[in-house]
């Protein structure tokens, strides 16, 4: 605010409002009168909430309440910005980067792993630098780490009956005793629940979200269809594979909720120490 040009102090003792024709204080703003006005109507005369058609629409004012420190104003613009963070998230992390608004840069970055890599150019991207496009993609980078950890294996047999697990056609059991308890977990599981599993991963790996496991094609996979062609499994394939995977969504959430978002600038910090012979010495601490 104090870099703006502040109004002359009127040399005039006289409350201003005491003569009409007097010029009342005047400060210039870079922003054009509708932008205010839409930005003071968001907490007068009361608190209201508005919608956006465009993201532009919307950026305009947030950049504003921002610059502005409204902090009321940048809260509820936040959360009207919702639909744009889910739909188009890099355009506004481009954004969110440029004003190095944090919270907003870790839930763009949250929102991009949605989306499968390569993304298409936009042109929000020249605003943004190459270490904020970089702690994107290293975000994305150990959310794909962080999945690629995840297991089938730990959600117990004898509880869930994994047909894939305890099926007497699909899999090959060592005891005789496995089937009549119906809680095998030692003998391995169906060919066709391994290329699912697959899948699954190389989907995860494109695109390294809960999103991913909630995509109802993923119950279109060829490899799901395989369990049709077993009497045993036909019967209860759909069901258990959406509880299945309703475990997974869980577990993928947890996973990515422990993976340090990174949007301020990180990396060795670099220390500069006097040398001998009034060199400087760069060090990476
Ligand atoms: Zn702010
Ligand atoms: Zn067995
Ligand atoms: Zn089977």
Not at 107 to 116: D, E, F, W
Request: aromatic content about 10%; some cysteine; glycine content about 4%.
């Amino acid at each position: 605010m104090l870099a703006f040009p502040q109004p002359r102090k009127s040399e005039s003792t006289s409350h201003p409002l005491d003569d009409a024709s007097a010029e009342l204080p005047v400060v210039d703003l870079p922003e054009n009168s509708d932008t205010m006005e839409a930005l003071l109507r968001l907490s007068y005369p009361r608190p209201t909430f508005s919608t956006f058609w465009t993201f532009d629409c919307a950026a305009e004012l947030l950049e504003a309440a921002h610059k502005y420190e409204l902090a009321y104003a940048e809260a509820t613009l936040k959360q009207a910005i919702a639909p744009f963070v889910r739909d188009q998230p890099i355009q506004v992390y481009a954004f969110a980067a440029r004003f190095r608004m944090t919270d907003l840069m870790e839930a763009t970055a949250h929102a991009c792993l949605a989306l499968p890599f390569f993304w298409a150019y936009i042109p929000e991207l020249e605003n943004i630098s190459a270490g904020a496009y970089h702690r994107l993609l290293d975000y994305r980078e150990r959310c794909k780490v962080a999945l690629g950890t995840i297991s089938h294996t730990q959600w117990s047999v004898k509880d869930h009956r994994w047909t894939w697990r305890v099926c007497t056609t699909c899999v090959k059991h060592t005891s005789s005793r496995h089937v009549a308890t119906g809680a095998c977990g030692k003998c391995g599981q169906a060919t066709w629940f391994s290329s699912f599993w697959n899948d699954v991963m190389a989907r995860l790996k494109e695109r390294p979200s809960v999103v991913t496991l909630l995509d109802q094609t993923l119950y279109d996979v060829p490899s799901l269809k395989k369990a049709l062609d077993c009497a045993t499994c036909r019967m209860v394939m759909y069901e258990q594979i959406r509880k299945f995977l309703a475990l997974l969504a869980d577990e993928a959430a947890k996973k990515i909720s422990e993976v340090r978002p990174c949007p301020t600038p990180c990396g060795p910090k670099l220390t500069l120490l006097p040398g001998a012979l009034g060199n400087q010495v760069t060090r990476y601490g």
